[in-house]
């Protein structure tokens, strides 16, 4: 009677493999495009509303779309207050200290390419930081890698005179982003649970509109102007950026090391360069293009060579 079990458990477990590189190969590159084209779109959905309201707008949709589904699949809960905590505190850093300090910093008169090319310091960050908390030792070719991404998102941003930092203080809104997410990328590898993705969502985009829909009601007007282009890009914020490439990214940070898939963020300032570029109309002049080859090399070697434990 072995025999039988022992087959479907090694079927099984083959099922399970195939799904995972599935995951590893597609994975990636949905997150890049949709997570990359977030910067042109936000960009477009702040010239119709204020940014605390919009966020509160994008989670307010996510939670009526995923609520739903939460009663219908009724997927697992964690049962300790621990795991809840930690769900909630990623949710906090990404969706209220990331994405509302990221669109501050547009609204205090910060380019899209500024911000990019300071977020992409991320995996510099982690790499520094990863050795500390989560037991990851950084190689040296991994240096190398995350060094030469960062030369060619500079690169890229750069050539396209988009380094427009407007204010200090716009400056400063783009570096607590930077931190932010950083910070969440490290906590979500060493404290993260295998949650079941809505009930993740449905707890981090609640705990974002719990707290900025406050804020958006108490300084801002809560104002939209509510035309077909607010829609669209209010739409692709929601479930492009919020349910999918943000899903993807905290599976991939729990599937592998913090500071391998951060590295894939260096890829985000080119790509935006690039959906800006088809969205609205911003020239990439042919020194980008050297940058973006660069930025690949870049991430090609941090990802490609592993780091030691």
């Given at each position: 009677m072995a025999r039988p079990v022992a087959a479907t458990d090694k079927r099984s477990t083959s099922a399970d493999g195939a799904g995972s590189a599935a995951l590893v190969l597609v994975a990636p590159t949905i997150f890049l495009m949709l997570w990359s084209g977030g910067y042109a779109v936000a960009k477009i959905a702040l010239k119709h509303?204020?940014?605390?309201?919009?966020?509160?707008?994008?989670?307010?949709?996510?939670?009526?779309?995923?609520?739903?589904?939460?009663?219908?699949?009724?997927?697992?809960?964690?049962?300790?207050?621990?795991?809840?905590?930690?769900?909630?505190?990623?949710?906090?850093?990404?969706?209220?200290?990331?994405?509302?300090?990221?669109?501050?910093?547009?609204?205090?008169?910060?380019?899209?390419?500024?911000?990019?090319?300071?977020?992409?310091?991320?995996?510099?960050?982690?790499?520094?930081?990863?050795?500390?908390?989560?037991?990851?030792?950084?190689?040296?070719?991994?240096?190398?890698?995350?060094?030469?991404?960062?030369?060619?998102?500079?690169?890229?941003?750069?050539?396209?005179?988009?380094?427009?930092?407007?204010?200090?203080?716009?400056?400063?809104?783009?570096?607590?982003?930077?931190?932010?997410?950083?910070?969440?990328?490290?906590?979500?590898?060493?404290?993260?649970?295998?949650?079941?993705?809505?009930?993740?969502?449905?707890?981090?985009?609640?705990?974002?509109?719990?707290?900025?829909?406050?804020?958006?009601?108490?300084?801002?007007?809560?104002?939209?102007?509510?035309?077909?282009?607010?829609?669209a890009a209010l739409a692709y914020l929601v479930v492009g950026n919020s349910l999918i490439a943000l899903t993807l990214l905290l599976a991939m940070i729990r599937r592998g090391e913090a500071s391998r898939v951060s590295a894939l963020l260096f890829l985000v300032p080119p790509l935006a360069a690039l959906i800006a570029w088809a969205l609205v109309g911003e020239v990439m002049p042919p020194i980008a293009w050297a940058g973006l080859a660069l930025a690949a090399v870049g991430v090609a070697l941090a990802t490609r060579f592993g780091s030691a434990r």
């Open positions: 509303v204020e940014p605390f309201t919009l966020l509160s707008l994008r989670y307010g949709c996510a939670l009526l779309i995923l609520l739903p589904l939460f009663l219908i699949l009724r997927p697992p809960v964690p049962q300790r207050s621990a795991q809840l905590g930690h769900i909630m505190f990623v949710g906090f850093l990404i969706q209220c200290v990331y994405f509302g300090l990221s669109y501050v910093s547009f609204w205090l008169g910060a380019s899209a390419g500024a911000v990019a090319l300071i977020v992409s310091l991320q995996p510099i960050v982690v790499g520094i930081l990863a050795p500390l908390f989560v037991a990851e030792r950084v190689t040296v070719w991994r240096w190398i890698g995350l060094l030469l991404g960062l030369a060619g998102a500079g690169l890229v941003i750069g050539s396209r005179s988009a380094v427009d930092a407007g204010s200090l203080w716009g400056v400063l809104a783009a570096v607590g982003a930077l931190f932010g997410m950083s910070t969440a990328a490290i906590y979500e590898k060493r404290f993260g649970i295998n949650a079941h993705p809505v009930t993740s969502n449905v707890l981090q985009y609640g705990i974002g509109f719990a707290m900025l829909t406050p804020i958006a009601l108490q300084i801002e007007t809560y104002r939209v102007a509510w035309d077909l282009e607010f829609l």
